[in-house]
């Protein structure tokens, strides 16, 4: 990251505000103009604040800077100028009454997911770990999934006047499972929740739930481990499961991503799950399912896969989407 922005030149030359506001923290940063980097990074606990607006103004109060647009990525859906972040707690809100608390005069707040995807064509080899080293189709859509606090998707299309993303509540769709084991902890998943959502799997909580119901399935008491612990438990022959279940799935679900959106330019994996079982994720069977797509493995199979480890590239998408809704700005 590059160093601080002075408030003199924040002043001076318009900076902008951007965030990504999950459902346990929330990211802000300050973008100097279109081809800034994302600078004066602060990552704060959204339940420390009431809203969306004042953990805004905190960021910005602590900053010193005044920023003459901002653009909040928001881990939840957003239409016709409202939003709701899923996880975080946080009442729904509307885009003018953080705009008024904030007093900015333009605003915009978008899905994070939606900030993830139009980032992809800027970031690079380095922000990338290939899973399947394919070469992406020229000219086509690209998609992201990410497990994290939620479970994320978004689409990116090409246009003849850019990129357009495609955002939506992917990680509400059911649960892939495939094989018997699946089945069964999907079975246990419906039993307690009522429904199978993805995300209640396939998440920090997710991978939990499915460690927990392993445990059942297996007529044991389960130890209440977190994500973070079971990620780190390799020996423990639990957790492994859990964690090769998890990959799995993912590959089954990401793989009808790519189906969805004709993603011939790649699926790539964000989330803060998975670069901490980069190892399990290569060694598990997240290819083969996300391939295993009768009688289209041909098509599926060409798609490159790749994770993500940019340390805030929905930062660098709520640039891009500035940069978009404001093409006439002069940047000192």
Not at 128 to 133: F, K, P, S
Not at 274 to 284: A, F, N, Q, T
């Amino acid at each position: 990251m590059q160093g601080a922005v002075s408030p003199q030149e924040t002043r001076a030359g318009g900076v902008w505000l951007v965030a990504d506001v999950g459902g346990t923290n929330a990211r802000f940063a300050l973008v100097d103009g279109p081809d800034g980097v994302p600078s004066n990074v602060q990552s704060l606990p959204t339940r420390d604040y009431p809203g969306l607006a004042e953990a805004a103004a905190a960021y910005l109060e602590k900053s010193g800077v005044r920023p003459s647009a901002a653009c909040l990525a928001v881990a939840g859906p957003t239409a016709g100028g409202t939003f709701h972040l899923t996880n975080a707690g946080w009442p729904k809100g509307t885009v003018e009454a953080v705009r008024a608390h904030l007093g900015v005069p333009h605003l915009d707040i978008i899905n994070d997911f939606e900030a993830l995807a139009l980032a992809l064509p800027r970031l690079t080899a380095d922000d990338l770990i290939v899973i399947g080293e394919r070469a992406p189709a020229a000219g086509a859509p690209v998609a992201v999934v990410g497990p994290g606090t939620g479970l994320g998707v978004a689409g990116l299309v090409p246009t003849p006047s850019g990129w357009v993303p495609v955002p939506g509540e992917g990680g509400q769709v059911d649960v892939p499972a495939a094989t018997d084991r699946e089945i069964e902890v999907t079975r246990l998943l419906r039993a307690e929740k009522g429904a199978v959502p993805a995300e209640y799997l396939l998440s920090g909580a997710g991978l939990a739930r499915v460690h927990r119901y392993l445990a059942a399935l297996d007529g044991e008491p389960a130890e209440e481990l977190t994500a973070k612990q079971i990620c780190e438990r390799r020996d423990d022959p639990r957790c492994d499961e859990a964690v090769r279940m998890f990959c799995a799935l993912l590959g089954s679900l990401a793989g009808n991503v790519a189906l969805t959106f004709g993603a011939r330019g790649g699926v790539y994996l964000g989330g803060g799950i998975l670069p901490r079982i980069v190892d399990v994720l290569r060694d598990s069977a997240f290819r083969a399912r996300f391939e295993g797509k009768p009688p289209v493995e041909d098509y599926v199979r060409a798609i490159p896969t790749a994770l993500i480890v940019h340390p805030g590239p929905a930062l660098v998408g709520a640039a891009v989407r500035l940069a978009q809704s404001l093409p006439d700005l002069e940047h000192a």
